[in-house]
């Protein structure tokens, strides 16, 4: 596994994002057949985004990769792709029906 640490103006870092798909109901479907398309399938995903795999594992009911991620990854949703109204969304107010009390089934907002 890549160990090498990576380093921006003020940080030096070392992220790998580890990922589990999980088949539904954790049916037993993945042969080794697939795991071995799938493998195949993210590596060349991966690489169309300028990623690598590190690793790659898989049982018949689950999937796992390892994967290495930048700062500017985290970072890019965070500046340009959501806008600042999402951080900041309303509440509702703790007596919304106005009857003085907490909301439904004790929901206080």
Not at 25 to 38: F, G, H, I, M, V
Not at 66 to 91: C, D, I, N, T
């Amino acid at each position: 596994m890549d160990n090498a640490n990576r380093s921006s103006s003020h940080a030096v870092y070392n992220i790998k994002l580890h990922i589990v798909f999980v088949t539904k109901y954790r049916r037993k479907t993945l042969t080794p057949e697939l795991l071995a398309y799938l493998e195949t399938a993210f590596a060349e995903i991966l690489t169309a985004w300028r990623c690598r795999l590190i690793a790659f594992g898989g049982e018949p009911d689950h999937v796992h990769r390892v994967l290495p991620v930048s700062l500017r990854e985290f970072q890019r949703p965070v500046r340009y792709g959501v806008s600042p109204a999402y951080w900041v969304k309303p509440r509702p107010r703790a007596d919304a029906d106005g009857d003085g009390q907490p909301g439904k089934n004790g929901w206080s907002g």
